[in-house]
Nanobody
Framework: EVQLVESGGGLVQAGGSLRLACAISGFTFDDYVIGWFRQAPGKEREGVVLMNKDGSTFYADSVSGRFAISTDNAKNTAYLQMNNLKTRDTAVYYC????????????????????????WGKGTLVTVSS
């Protein structure tokens, strides 16, 4: 059974940084996509970033240049480094994965839709204060 557990959320001031972690277990896919999504209060869930196993990465325009995804395969952990945080980044952040590989157009679609992944974590809350 695939399990994803997020950590690292909390309260941070605007302009600050935070790093989220996603511990992944039960993962046996030959090809996969790791991603981060978020849901702000009263809004639909949206995609933040998606990364294929080969390292090709796709960011939502709203976070491009500020957020960065990375993985530590030895620790089976994915990270989301968030810099220059803004109040509009306040949301519950979810880690997710799916088996397979995304083309750029497919990734763009998933980021916009905010769903479509196979497995999800329960989320971690990030609050950015002004």
């Amino acid at each position: 059974e695939v399990q994803l557990v997020e950590s690292g959320g909390g309260l941070v001031q605007a302009g600050g940084s935070l790093r989220l972690a996603c511990a992944i277990s039960g993962f046996t896919f030959d090809d996969y996509v790791i991603g981060w999504f978020r849901q702000a209060p009263g809004k639909e869930r949206e995609g933040v970033v998606l990364m294929n196993k080969d390292g090709s990465t796709f960011y939502a325009d709203s976070v491009s240049g500020r957020f960065a995804i990375s993985t530590d395969n030895a620790k089976n952990t994915a990270y989301l480094q968030m810099n220059n945080l803004k109040t509009r980044d306040t949301a519950v952040y979810y880690c997710a994965c799916l088996e397979g590989r995304l083309t750029p157009d497919q990734a763009k679609g998933l980021l916009w839709l905010g769903h479509g992944m196979d497995y999800w974590g329960k989320g971690t809350l990030v609050t950015v204060s002004s």
